[in-house]
């Protein structure tokens, strides 16, 4: 596992933090984690396995769905005829 330095973070972004870190019961850095898990397209658990089929249902879902229209199926026509 490896440590980062972020020098120069301004007094309101480091306060900010703190007030996020406080509101979800973590440390700083804990909440410096997730941010960037959640920043980076991971999960709060820890290693991402979302495929494109989640992440779509994760945008549509809380707006109800979508619903398409299916064509009605149509007979399948003659194969062509190679003589």
Do not use: C, W, Y
Not at 12 to 17: H, I, K, N, P, S
Not at 39 to 45: T, V, Y
């Amino acid at each position: 596992m490896t440590s980062i330095i972020i020098p120069n973070v301004d007094d309101d972004l480091e306060q900010r933090l703190k007030v996020r870190a406080a509101e979800h019961g973590r440390s700083i850095e804990a909440e410096a984690r997730a941010i960037l898990r959640l920043a980076l397209g991971g999960s709060e658990g820890g290693a991402t396995t979302r495929n494109l089929g989640d992440s779509i249902r994760a945008i549509v879902e809380p707006v109800g769905g979508i619903e398409f229209d299916i064509p009605p199926r149509k007979q399948m026509r003659e194969p062509p005829k190679f003589e």
